[in-house]
């Protein structure tokens, strides 16, 4: 059922048109990653992109799009898979379960500069650019509920554009906590760290495409950082003209122990 | 009637059993067949072997009585905070309750009996490990902050370029960067010493690094990730030989089993108040008296000063030297009152108990297949702490510590528990840990073992 459900979804799923009410979730400029109950927990509505996101992001959507499910979706069906989940244990197992699904890390990219750093567990994630413009993940771990965190992340986001990496929040996730005590705590914090180092290199990719193109793309740049100011509704990611937050450094204090 | 009965000469010859009526008088402790069965709260009555004395102290213990996550609380963390009995909550929440008040220069009632407490409190810590005078120990925050005490105050004063300090790599954080800062500073050199074929830090090798150039030997009394003891009386001779101070790191070694300071001859002991049954926020350095004389002050503040002007100031005697500031009065007195807990029940028994857990617990982890722990085996002469840091073939330790937490409320640590250098030498990045004190049973042992195997059993369906 688990490396299926996965199945499914690399696919073009299958459109169903639902009544409008359905729509509100994508219409405000914050993903909220409550669901109304309404929405089904293995198919999702997909609906005319174009009125998906707000205005500003119709000049994004001209491109013709990679793939017709969109990070959000993914973020949702995640989000209520786990939710599902009201027993720990049946957490833990599909957490295990997708560490299966996982593709093979290359030992040429088990480097310092790859490792994630604050987890107590040991996290590589390699991180490129392609063609598109589109983040491409890669992560291994030597733990397997870390394995597991990593795998849901890059389903999500493997293949994703930039401002939809920068565009998930820590809280989006807390669903897939393996502990039912605490939010964004404890063994969450390695996927919280592999998100953050995600989102800071991305961002440094992004920087560096930046450049390249800045001599004349003023309008560019500031359309981007609009993006990102709508995406981040409450401002999550200050504009490229902010002081950055510095993730290298973890959330929490690095001696703090992140086991229960 | 005490002064008469201290002396009995002539009663030598005599059986025990007669004995036994004067020693009651007399309040020694040598007579070790005499049932001290007033020491716990719990109203059990002398002959009461069958119950051990981890069933009767879990009274004391109200958190251990609770469940978590469904299942009941075995807690095997003691190594990194040991829980706390009522009595020391009680002093606590007395000196707050009765008589808080600032101490040391207050003239008022309630001045003048916090004062006495805390000093009280200095002295019961001072006769827990038999230091000559309660001069000698000084109040910290915690046993790190006590080494860097040592480390900025002394060392700083004492090292010169050249200087070698001795360490192991089985040495806790606290007792490692302390120093690096300190010889960063001061040109002094680090030295290592690594450790032997049965996992112990090898004693020849650090008999051979001593040195006239050696100043400062700074050791672990017990490991917390190895399980194993340091000869420190052997190791003070060989450093006196050349001139050199050894400081003891007695963190995991002060709550479990009598250390006494005037046998190890130490010139510095630093041990932690939460790791035995103590509050935390508050940890003693031991120091010789004449070695901290010397000493120039750690931290500058009120009541570590003489007189203060504008342009100099002239500081206090220790220990109030090196105690700036309001201290941690209730914590102390709440140390004080976990001494005399401990005490009541008898430091003697508590080890004998936790040598007879300690085996059990070796026993019963190495029975489970593919577990590797770390540190020597147990044996005649080789005589393990209460605790086991191991690792399980294929299982990342804080997956299998999740997994023992949410499915069966074990709580046991996962990491490199402040030994990563220690973790690097023994080629892991990190281990799972399981601790034991005084309040835990053969049942938790027991439990953990059951919980242990179905975790690995469990993790193992994915393979």
Redesign the interface.
């Known amino acids: 059922m688990n490396s299926s459900s996965l199945n499914i979804l690399s696919s073009p799923p299958l459109i169903i048109s639902t009544s409008t009410p359905s729509l509100k979730p994508f219409h405000s400029p914050n993903f909220s990653p409550k669901l109304p109950k309404r929405i089904n927990l293995n198919f999702v509505s997909k609906q005319n992109p174009k009125h998906d996101f707000p205005v500003s992001f119709a000049t994004a959507s001209v491109e013709a799009p990679f793939r017709t499910t969109t990070t959000a979706d993914k973020l949702h069906l995640l989000v209520s898979e786990f939710r599902s989940l009201t027993e720990p244990i049946d957490r833990v197992k599909r957490l295990l379960n997708y560490a299966t699904a996982l593709a093979p890390f290359d030992d040429s990219a088990r480097v310092p500069e790859n490792r994630v750093t604050g987890c107590t567990t040991q996290v590589w994630l390699e991180i490129k650019m392609d063609e598109l413009g589109r983040m491409r993940f890669k992560a291994d771990s030597d733990s397997e509920i870390s394995k597991g965190f990593c795998s849901c992340l890059i389903w999500i986001l493997d293949g994703a554009k930039p401002e939809e990496v920068m565009g998930v929040r820590g809280e989006d996730l807390s669903e897939m906590n393996v502990g039912v005590h605490g939010k964004v705590q404890s063994r969450v914090n390695t996927w919280h760290n592999v998100l953050m180092s995600m989102q800071k290199r991305t961002k440094a990719l992004v920087g560096d495409a930046d450049v390249a193109h800045r001599e004349g793309d003023r309008t560019v740049t500031h359309q981007r950082s609009l993006l990102f100011g709508y995406v981040n509704g409450r401002g999550y990611l200050e504009s490229s003209s902010k002081a950055h937050r510095d993730y290298s450094v973890s959330l929490l204090p690095l001696g703090y122990d992140f086991t229960i | 009637m005490e002064g008469v009965a201290m002396k009995l000469p002539s009663f030598k010859s005599l059986a025990p059993t007669a004995i036994s009526v004067a020693s009651t008088f007399s309040r020694r402790r040598s007579f070790s067949f005499v049932r001290r069965s007033s020491s716990l709260s719990a109203t059990i009555t002398a002959d009461s072997e069958s119950v051990s004395l981890g069933q009767r102290a879990r009274k004391d213990f109200r958190i251990l009585h609770q469940e978590v996550?469904g299942s009941k609380l075995v807690y095997l963390d003691s190594a990194a905070t040991s829980q706390k009995p009522a009595s020391v909550l009680e002093a606590l929440q007395n000196y707050y309750e009765f008589y808080n008040s600032n101490v040391h220069r207050g003239i008022h009632y309630l001045s003048a009996k916090a004062t006495d407490e805390f000093e009280l409190a200095r002295k019961k810590v001072a006769r827990f490990i038999n230091a000559n005078d309660s001069r000698e120990i000084v109040f910290t925050r915690n046993a790190t902050e006590a080494i860097n005490l040592v480390a900025y105050s002394w060392g700083l004063s004492n090292l010169k370029p050249g200087d070698e300090v001795i360490l192991t790599v089985a040495e806790h954080h606290s007792c490692i960067v302390p120093w690096q800062i300190v010889s960063q500073k001061t040109g002094a050199v680090l030295k290592f010493v690594t450790l032997n074929e049965d996992e112990v830090p090898d004693i020849d090798m650090l008999r051979g690094m001593i040195s006239e150039k050696t100043k400062l030997v700074a050791v672990h009394h017990v490991s917390n990730v190895l399980a194993s003891s340091l000869p420190i009386e052997e190791i003070v001779v060989w450093a006196h030989d050349v001139g050199a101070k050894v400081l003891v790191d007695a963190c995991q070694s002060v709550p479990h089993m009598v250390v006494d300071v005037q046998k190890l001859n130490a010139d510095f002991l630093v041990a932690s108040s939460h790791k035995m049954c103590g509050p935390t926020g508050i940890g003693f350095l031991y120091g010789k008296s004449d070695l901290l004389l010397a000493m120039p002050p750690f931290l500058g503040g009120g009541e570590m000063i003489s007189d203060v002007f504008l342009d100099h100031s002239t500081y206090a005697e220790p220990p109030s030297r090196f105690e700036a500031g309001t201290p941690a009065i209730g914590e102390a007195i709440a140390l004080g009152a976990a001494c005399d807990y401990l005490s009541e029940i008898g430091m003697p028994k508590i080890h004998e108990y936790e040598v007879e857990l300690a085996n059990y617990l070796y026993e019963k982890l190495s029975s489970v297949p593919d577990v590797r722990i770390y540190g020597p085996r147990p044996s005649e002469s080789v005589r393990r702490a209460a605790l086991c840091s191991f690792n399980v073939e294929g299982?990342?330790p804080?997956?299998l510590?999740?997994?023992l937490?949410?499915?069966h409320g074990v709580?046991i640590?996962?990491?490199?528990h402040?030994a990563q250098p220690l973790h690097r030498y023994l080629g892991v990045?990190?281990s799972a840990r399981a601790s034991l004190y005084f309040y835990n049973t053969k049942e938790d042992v027991d439990s953990f073992i059951v919980a242990l195997a179905d975790t690995v059993s469990f993790?193992n369906s994915?393979k």
């Open positions: 996550n299982l990342h804080t997956d510590a999740t997994f937490d949410q499915q709580a640590r996962s990491g490199h402040c990045n990190a993790f994915f």
